[in-house]
């Protein structure tokens, strides 16, 4: 393996309480106790899941949402409405959803300079005050939640100064591996559509965040004493892996080494690897050729294609990642960079590890 791309490898939220989110969860709310009135088992109701929960641990359940800043409020939506997402107008900002999911994944909105501001996490009702113990016990200073920002979470910052929340949040990681599908065409038909019927991708929820990190140990530490995360996998001390206690992805949040904080990509969920393919020729026909895929990461096994954003971050189409039941004890391991990044696809840009928040 060439050394650019062994080193590539190496360094390879409740924000606001809108109306309109209120009544999404005060209707799905209202489902969910009626059918406890009548009986009913949770998992006829829209193929609802019940949330799944490790007994007697404290950790967040969820990546509940995340809040990007930006100078160009048109060029966010027509970069990421093109990429499938629903971003929906609401003051000065944007709501992001998925289409046809109830869940907020995260807002966006305008600033000087493209940033990541905050992430927030969700954790169940009872363990709210277990969290707020848990903070003043090692000693975390709770802060005020940002202007605009109001909610009942508590605040805080990561080692590198990134704002955090925890807020008490509905479970929206998954609570089982998500479907994939690898279908093919019976003999004597035709099994593709013709390019013209081609359907547009559609993601299905947000998969994981990898953000960058000054110091990739010091941040696995934080993680797990604070969140209650667990290590995944690792690469060194140049990338880690984290997933959440109660059922989650391989990982719902990845810390990659680089000067200071930054985003480097938004990853999102799809079904199947034509799911991908498709999404990626859309983004290139409206303009957006820049990025890496398609390929298939070794951590987390998932088939990827990434896009970049205006502003040197990625938007990733993600299928068929490894996921990490409740009852499931994951065996972390350190893995070589050169026997762990990519398992085929083609060479990735050689700027793909680098934070353009703290580069200029």
Known sequence: ???????????????????????????FSATLREANRKGKKMTQIRGFVR??????????????????????MEAAKAFYGEFGLDLQARGNHFNVHTQGHWHRWGTITEGSRKRLSHLSFGIFEDDFDRFKD???????????????????GLWFHNPDGL???????????????STFA?????????????RSQAPRTSPRRLAHILIFTADVPASISFYERVLGLRLS???????????????????????????????????????????????????????????????????????????????????EYSADI??????????????????S???WGPVPPEDFAVNHEVAG
Request: aromatic share 8%.
């Open 163 to 177: 704002l955090l929340e925890v807020r008490v949040a509905e479970k929206s990681s998954p609570n089982e591996k």
């Open 134 to 152: 848990r903070l003043g016990h090692v000693g975390i200073q709770q802060l005020d939640a940002p202007k605009g920002f109001e909610s009942n």
């Open 233 to 315: 996998d690792r690469s060194g001390d140049g990338i880690a892996f984290m997933h959440g206690i109660h059922g989650s992805d391989h990982h719902l949040i990845a810390l990659a080494k680089a000067q200071g904080p930054g985003l480097h990509h938004l990853s999102w969920d799809v079904g199947t690897i034509n799911d991908i393919g498709l999404g990626a020729m859309h983004m290139a026909d409206k303009g957006f050729t820049v990025g890496w895929g398609l390929g298939r990461h070794v951590l987390g096994s998932n088939y990827f294609h990434y896009v970049r954003d205006p502003w040197g971050s990625y938007a």
């Open 1 to 27: 393996m060439a050394n650019n791309e062994i080193n590539l490898a190496i360094i390879l939220l409740k924000p606001i309480v809108y109306e309109h989110d209120a009544q999404q969860h005060s209707r």
């Open 322 to 339: 490894d996921y990490i039941p409740v009852n499931c004890d994951w065996r972390a391991e350190d893995h070589p960079p050169h026997d």
């Open 341 to 343: 990044f990519y398992l």
């Open 51 to 72: 949330p799944t929960r490790r007994p007697g641990e404290l950790g967040i359940h969820s990546l509940d949402s995340f809040n990007l800043v930006v100078p160009d």
């Open 182 to 194: 690898m279908t093919s065409a019976p003999p004597g038909s035709q099994g593709s559509p013709n």
